[in-house]
């Protein structure tokens, strides 16, 4: 079974809905994160955490919002989707001890039409 | 900003040939990551390198990092189908904590 997962895998929704995208990791890491990945400009931190009582904002984290519901479970929220915020997601987690060395989940593929 | 640069962008090859990519910064870091990604799926870490002039050798793959540990290169020898997809380079940031990427190198070696 994959260590970091990513529901849903893709998803189409219209301007101006609430979407949420859910992660789940087994690794027992305490650090998670949202990243989004646009053709041209590698990945881009939304947001971050490093325990279920810490969270912080990335280099875009307008537009968005999360939860970190327990150690394993960090979920990102759109508010009100734009065509801009089409991309791929990614979550990732990390050890406290090596936080440079990070594991990805397998990504959602969002189109906001 | 700390920016990480990468080159080529992209890059199409013939099986068989050598290849070498590159990461380039103005700022100093403790480590750096090289990572490959497939389609449809998230990245993976292949390497982490943290001492100046350090090389790793992970099969045909070998990564450098430089003496001022400002840059770092990607060398594949007799390139492969399978090695096909994008490779990003990444470095931490001591202060914030966070991973810096770069933007990609898109590799495609046809058989």
């Known amino acids: 079974d994959a260590d970091v997962t990513q529901t849903p895998r893709n998803r189409i929704t219209k301007t101006g809905k609430r979407i949420m995208l859910e992660c789940s990791q087994t690794k027992g890491h305490d650090r998670m994160y949202w990243y989004r990945q646009d053709p041209g400009l590698g990945l881009r931190l939304i947001y971050y955490?490093?325990?279920?009582?810490?969270?912080n904002k990335g280099e875009i984290s307008d537009g968005y919002s999360v939860s970190r519901q327990a150690q394993a479970k960090f979920s990102l929220s759109l508010e009100s989707a734009i065509p801009n915020q089409t991309a791929l997601y990614f979550c990732a987690t990390s050890d406290p001890g090596r936080p440079w060395e990070q594991y990805f989940g397998p990504g959602t593929r969002l189109t906001v039409t | 900003t700390q920016l990480l640069e990468q080159s080529p962008q992209f890059l199409s090859i013939q099986e068989g040939e050598n290849l070498t990519v590159y990461c380039n910064s103005s700022?100093?870091?403790?480590?750096l990551q090289w990572y490959r990604q497939e389609p449809g799926e998230g990245p993976v870490l292949l390497v982490t390198?943290?001492?100046?002039?350090e090389v790793k050798k992970l099969k045909r793959l070998t990564f450098q990092f430089g003496d001022a540990r400002k840059d770092s290169s990607l060398h594949i020898t007799a390139a492969q189908p399978g090695d096909t997809g994008l490779y990003l380079c990444?470095?931490?940031?001591?202060?914030?904590?966070?991973?810096?990427f770069g933007q990609g190198t898109t590799l495609q070696v046809k058989p």
């Open positions: 390198v943290v001492t100046g002039g």
């Open positions: 990444a470095a931490g940031s001591s202060n914030t904590g966070k991973l810096i």
């Open positions: 700022s100093v870091f403790s480590s």
């Open positions: 955490s490093f325990d279920v009582k810490d969270i």
